[in-house]
């Protein structure tokens, strides 16, 4: 069991931050330990009767392990009482009747909450879980949270991944702390202020200039803080395993991606837009294209080949595995019968710190936020990949930090050129964020 007195300083320092600021940001790495610095200070919140009632938003699966498990490893946090408002109407009107320190809501529920109290909006302090999910300003759920703000004594955003492409995602996180103070009330005057549109408004390029500016505008508000600063975590290696195309599938390939249609053994699969094609392209490189229909077509199992190797090479590793598409999972539970999924009560997560588990299964999507994976294994594998920057940094450090005592080893198993690309995209977008980051510190 550890106290307050393990908090390291950097973590201390965090929880100065929310107690002083009162609407505050964190936007600390991967593993610098979000949940205890936020918890630490509100539990001291609710002591000094500062603030009564405690609302935390984030990803379904971080409401049900996350928080309520980390204060469990804490004597100081041990007393807190937690309710998951989770579940069918019924079990989170339940949850919302029982007495307790904290409230524990999914983002997707923001809505219905906010509709079920109305004016009569019982919570003074919100804490925003990943906050770079209310990045969209005409969200449902950003739109409903504005409604709310006014009540707030409170309000907190934690992220490690503040703008996963670029700073027009800055605006409505900001807006949570200080309503438009800052930036502009609403993402039309920060979009003229800051950045220059084509000529048909869809896509924004920022000012020159602009990018300090913004910086200079919110550091008050923001602490930011990276993980090689603070933290001696173990070396991190990360490779792609070259998986090229026969040159019959290499014909294939290039003629679905310049005719936007290929014909195989049992139907004709098309792509109606450069959007849609990108999709079946990263699918046929995957080695299954869905069709209209939802139909799963197999094209090829190079992948399968690389994913062999890796596991005849590492005899003695768990591995965990992210895929992308559904007909990936199902073929890589069908091909590796000591393989699990990763599921929505957690357990797996469990047996995977354990060491039980060989071969774990998961989303970025639902592993890519909140999950300590860092005891059961060291070898990540990305099977499928997806064009998300956020994702793609947040399920790589489930591996990668704070407890993990070995190397720790990032194989992309690379088939087709818009694998390559998507790559290359992700590398350009993480220049601007950590530009932002490192402004901040």
């Known amino acids: 069991m550890l106290n307050r007195s393990n908090l390291h300083e950097y973590q201390n320092q965090a929880v100065k931050h929310i107690i002083k600021k009162e609407h505050s940001g964190l936007f600390l790495d991967m593993g610098l330990g979000k949940t ?21 938003v984030g990803p379904l699966r971080v409401c049900q392990t996350v928080w309520h498990t980390e204060a469990e490893n804490w004597s100081h946090l041990k007393h807190l009482k937690f309710s998951i408002v989770t579940g069918n109407l019924k079990e989170r009107i339940a949850a919302l009747n029982r007495k307790a320190d904290i409230y524990v809501i999914n983002r997707e529920n923001i809505p219905w909450i906010v509709d079920h109290y109305k004016s009569k909006w019982p919570f003074d302090m919100l804490v925003i879980d990943e906050s770079s999910s209310f990045k969209n300003p005409t969200s449902k759920r950003f739109r409903a949270l504005k409604k709310i703000l006014k009540y707030l004594k409170y309000s907190v955003i934690l992220t490690g991944t503040p703008s996963p492409n670029g700073y027009t995602d800055i605006w409505s996180q900001i807006y949570v702390l200080d309503q438009g103070e800052r930036l502009g009330k609403n993402i039309s005057m920060y979009r003229r202020t800051y950045f220059d549109s084509d000529f048909m408004g869809y896509s924004y390029k920022i000012k020159e200039g602009a990018a300090e500016t913004i910086q200079n505008k919110i550091k008050d508000l923001v602490l930011s803080m990276s993980s090689e600063d603070y933290l001696e975590l173990p070396e991190y290696i990360s490779s792609v395993l070259d998986t090229p195309l026969t040159p019959k599938l ?21 792509a109606m837009s450069a959007a849609t094609l990108s999709n079946k392209l990263l699918q046929f490189s995957s080695g299954a294209v ?4 939802g139909n799963v077509h197999h094209i090829h199992d190079l992948k399968f080949d690389t994913m062999d190797e890796i596991i005849e090479d590492n005899p003695n590793d768990n591995i965990l595995v992210a895929y992308n598409y559904k007909h990936e999972l ?6 590796y019968p000591q393989a699990v999924a990763l599921d929505k009560e957690g357990k797996a997560v469990k047996d995977w710190n354990d060491g039980k588990i060989k071969m774990l299964l998961a989303h970025p999507a639902s592993a890519g936020h909140g999950l300590n994976l860092q005891y059961g294994g060291s070898l990540l594998v990305w099977f499928g990949f997806n064009w998300s920057l956020e994702l793609y940094q947040q399920f790589n450090k489930r591996l990668h930090r704070q407890g993990q005592k070995n190397i720790v080893r990032n194989l992309h198993i690379a088939v087709g050129q818009v694998e390559y690309r998507l790559m290359r995209s992700l590398a350009k977008k993480n220049v601007t964020q950590k530009e932002l980051l490192e402004s901040l510190k």
Do not use: G
Not at 330 to 335: C, G, H, I
């Open 250 to 270: 290499q014909k294939l390939y290039k003629d679905f991606e310049n005719d936007m249609i290929i014909e195989i053994t049992d139907a004709n699969l098309t």
């Open 330 to 335: 199902d073929r890589l539970l069908k091909k």
């Open 290 to 293: 869905y069709d209209e229909d």
């Open 36 to 56: 205890v610095s936020t918890l630490t200070a509100t539990t001291e919140l609710l002591d000094d009767f500062a603030t009564t009632k405690v609302l935390i």
